[in-house]
């Protein structure tokens, strides 16, 4: 789950969801891509 909200991730963590806090396009795509060992 991508998002904006931590709050928001702290709920999905508690049902088991993974998530990462979106701070700016390319902080996120850079957590992504180490998450899912993706090289650009």
Same mark, same amino acid.
Request: hydrophobic letters at 40%; proline letters at 0%.
């Given at each position: 789950?991508?998002?904006? $909200?931590?709050?928001? $991730?702290?709920?999905? +963590? &508690?049902?088991?969801?993974?998530?990462? $806090?979106?701070?700016? +396009?390319?902080?996120?795509? &850079?957590? $992504? +891509?180490?998450?899912?060992?993706?090289? +650009?």
């Amino acid at each position: 789950m991508i998002d904006d $909200l931590q709050q928001n $991730l702290d709920g999905a +963590a &508690r049902i088991g969801i993974g998530g990462v $806090l979106h701070t700016s +396009a390319a902080d996120t795509r &850079r957590q $992504l +891509a180490e998450h899912f060992g993706i090289t +650009a």
